[in-house]
């Protein structure tokens, strides 16, 4: 049995596009842990959902409860969900809120440096031995809408996202192994409800992606 710890924001817990305040959640049959869960070899892989709203790479927010910076329970996850075939991170949309001062895809990127130094610290890996292999996955570009709630908050969030893919794909260049990189930008886009979560549409398009890019890393036929 393969673990994989799905690590990230509320595109991970599955908020519903447009919910804020109620902040409905989609079931875990459509969020795309669970489709990718049904995609895989049940039998074969179990699929580790840790996803929190708001979650940001290594940023604290001055008025939220501890806990959404992503570097900062990070080490205690992976050993609560050891071993670990496979730590998977989407991070970084939440770095762009307005709050954070402009924040770049390069700031996106040194943030999810410090979260891969970070796993590659510990030997909660296959066996207890090393550490786990990392996927890293760029975030989809922001879409236009007219949500006041993310107009506000994510202002110019689109523009400051750009290079993120490119940066991202330089950073894990920089490691020799056990670490791999997807763009989901050219395979998924965000719901138009609120230019920032995932649709069920969206879950299913990125579960179909992490199926495909898991089963090249583990060398699995389709």
Not at 191 to 214: C, R, W, Y
Request: glycine content about 6%; proline content about 5%.
């Amino acid at each position: 049995m393969k673990s994989i710890l799905c690590y990230g924001d509320s595109n991970t817990w599955g908020f519903v596009p447009g919910s804020f305040g109620i902040r409905e959640r989609f079931d875990r049959n459509t969020r795309w842990t669970g489709r990718l869960q049904q995609l895989l070899d049940p039998a074969h892989f179990y699929v580790i959902e840790e996803g929190l709203n708001g979650r940001t790479t290594n940023l604290d927010y001055g008025n939220k409860p501890d806990g959404r910076r992503g570097t900062e329970f990070l080490s205690a996850i992976l050993y609560t969900h050891s071993p670990l075939d496979l730590v998977i991170i989407m991070l970084g949309l939440n770095d762009l809120k307005k709050e954070f001062n402009n924040r770049t895809s390069q700031h996106i990127t040194q943030g999810t440096k410090e979260m891969i130094e970070i796993v590659r610290s510990t030997n909660f890996g296959p066996n207890m031995q090393s550490s786990p292999p990392i996927l890293i996955v760029s975030s989809p570009i922001p879409v236009e809408t007219k949500c006041s709630n993310v107009l506000d908050m994510f202002e110019g969030a689109k523009e400051r996202l750009q290079n993120l893919a490119d940066n991202l794909k330089v950073l894990v260049s920089e490691y020799d192994k056990d670490i791999y990189f997807v763009d989901a930008a050219p395979h998924i886009q965000l719901s138009p409800v609120d230019g920032i979560h995932f649709d069920k549409k969206a879950h299913e398009q990125f579960a179909l992606l992490m199926n495909d890019t898991i089963k090249n890393i583990f060398n699995l036929s389709s």
